[in-house]
C-alpha cells in the first residue's frame, strides 16, 4: 500500500518541520520547486502523483517489518460521551491533535474530529451554543480497530479508506492510536539529511 494515498499538503508541511528542512532544503532534495512545496503544503494545488513520490522519497525511507505497535501513540486522550464540544476542542489544542476516540465508561462509542466541530459551527451558526453542546450529539462513528501485531501495511489500507485514525486494541484495552502523521514519521530516518 502507498503512502502517497494518504498524504495531503499538511501533512507534507509536518514531516518537512520534523526533518528540520526549509521548503528551499526540501525543494532541492525532491528536485522540484521551492513554490511548489509552498503551494502543496497550502493545499493550493493537487500535484501530479510523480511530484508527490519525489517530496515522499526526499523526505522518507520505508521501513519494513513494522505493526501498529511500533507506530502507535500512547497513552490515548479521549472524551466522554457526555463532555462538551469545548472540553473537546481544548484537548485537541493542548495536545496538538485533531481527533479524539469517544468513550461511555470504558467502551469506544464514538469519535470527534477537528472538522466535524468546524462544519457543524459553520453550519450552526451559534458558536456559544455548540461549544456547550455534548459531544454525544455530534460524534461520528468510532475509529476502527486494530490488533497490535498487525502489519502496518494493512493498517495503510485501512487508512487509505478514508479513516483518519485507528484504534490499538489488546485484550480489550485500549493501548494506543495511529493516525496518519504517526505511520509517515515512522518511516522517516532523521539522519537522512
Known sequence: MSL?????GEDIRRLR???????????????VSQSLIARIEKNSVDPRLSTV???LGALSLIKEGKIAKDVMHSPVITVKNTDTVRKA???MRKHN??????LKEKFMVGSVKESTIIHR???GGNIRKMFFTPIYNIMENPFITVNPSMGIDEVLSIMSSGHPAVLVIDKETLIGIITKIDVLSSTIRFDER
Open 53 to 55: 513520490r519525489k517530496i
Open 97 to 102: 491533535i485533531s481527533q479524539l476516540p469517544v
Open 121 to 123: 459551527i459553520i453550519r
Open 17 to 31: 518541520k520534523m526533518m528540520g528542512l526549509t521548503q528551499k532544503k526540501l525543494a532541492k532534495k525532491a528536485g
Open 4 to 8: 502517497i494515498k494518504l498524504v495531503n
Open 89 to 91: 476542542v481544548e484537548l
